[in-house]
């Protein structure tokens, strides 16, 4: 269900209809939009009656939401959502750049890193702390100590830091150093760890599981809205195919299947979405082409000695050639969508 108010309704008009869902035992979730807020219910085990609701002062409509996911659909918001990670925009207009190695391997390695793909244009630093690995011998990620090198990383070049979250115990420590926590594809499914994620300050940045249909996507970017947390990234990194040819078949046309169903902004990985240091650059720009807000790229100052994806890590050089075709590329597409080429 959701309660569309009028563009005249008061902050008091809202505030009486969210004490009205609460008091029928359910949540309310206002969600302004350029126009008009709308307010989406969750918690609801059945269909409620719209007549509680149309007789209240500055409600337009009450409707059935026909998706199973409510929140992150298009029918509760129109706009699309502009998502903050430590003041860079993600999903209006622009790129943004998250670079960095897989995982934070020592002080030297990091600080390079940052200072390589800040030079390169990147927004974001991205690092792992707290690595999942299909093997429980791999190097599994340096913990507070590679927090606290971000958080290094960070203090020196301004960067926002994005790094994962594998589990529920250690949320609260990675929320302490990140600016966006991340949740890996292994973990898409994970519902205590997307609920927590729910309820964190901090954005969340959500990798589409490895086989997770589209509308299983959604439904995990629901559970951590239904939480409270609406600054939710969504990144496509590849699904498992048939095909033996790279590491994961990035599905690029999720992308415009996610912005029409969903306000949430989306971004693209090639990196694991390829798994092949040479695929990167191709699929970052084809990314780009169809929509995607902006790419989460590894890059690492010597690949061949990382601990981690080494294979599909950008050299920094590589990663800065990159973000320029990128950009290049948003540019043409930008002006060619301008209203004044339009007209002519
Ligand atoms: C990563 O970003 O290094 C990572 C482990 O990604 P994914 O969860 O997409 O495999
Ligand atoms: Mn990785």
Do not use: W
């Not at 509760?76 to 960095?100: R, T």
């Not at 699904?239 to 590491?247: A, E």
């Not at 981690?308 to 969508?337: K, T, W």
């Amino acid at each position: 269900m959701l309660i569309v108010m009028t563009a005249q309704a008061t902050p008091a008009d809202i505030e009486r209809v969210c004490k009205k869902i609460e008091s029928l035992g359910f949540r309310p979730h206002p969600i302004p939009g350029a126009q008009k807020t709308a307010i989406g219910i969750t918690g609801n085990p059945g269909p409620i009656d719209p007549a509680e609701f149309e007789d209240f002062p500055g409600v337009a409509e009450a409707i059935r939401v026909s998706k199973p996911y409510k929140l992150v659909s298009r029918e509760v918001k129109s706009e699309d959502s502009i998502v903050y990670v430590k003041g860079v925009p993600i999903g209006g207009p622009g790129l943004v750049f998250c670079g960095g190695p897989c995982s934070v391997e020592s002080r030297e390695q990091i600080l390079t890193s940052a200072r390589a793909v800040k030079a390169a244009g990147a927004q974001l630093l991205r690092g792992g702390a707290y690595k999942p690995r299909t093997s429980p011998y791999a190097f599994q990620g340096l913990g507070e100590e590679g927090l606290k090198l971000l958080a290094e990383a960070r203090a020196e070049t301004g960067l926002g830091i994005v790094t994962e979250a594998i589990d529920v115990e250690t949320f609260d420590l990675v929320e302490n150093y990140a600016d966006c926590v991340q949740i890996g594809a292994r973990n898409m499914q994970n519902y205590s760890l997307l609920r927590r994620a729910g309820r964190s300050r901090l954005p969340i940045l959500l990798k589409r599981g490895m086989s997770a249909t589209l509308e299983e996507y959604l439904m995990a970017a629901e559970y951590i809205l239904s939480e409270g947390n609406y600054n939710v990234i969504l990144c496509e990194r590849g699904v498992r195919t048939f095909n033996d040819h790279s590491r994961n078949t990035l599905d690029l046309s999720v992308v415009p299947a996610v912005r029409k169903l969903s306000h949430l902004p989306i971004v693209v990985d090639p990196s694991h979405g390829t798994g092949k240091r040479d695929r990167v650059h191709p699929m970052g720009l084809a990314a780009i082409a169809c929509g995607a807000a902006g790419l989460l790229v590894e890059v690492h100052p010597t690949p061949d000695h990382a601990l981690s994806d080494g294979q599909q890590s950008l050299y920094p050089e590589q990663f800065a050639h990159l973000v320029e075709e990128c950009r290049a590329i948003y540019e043409v597409l930008a002006r060619r969508r301008a209203p004044e080429h339009a007209l002519a």
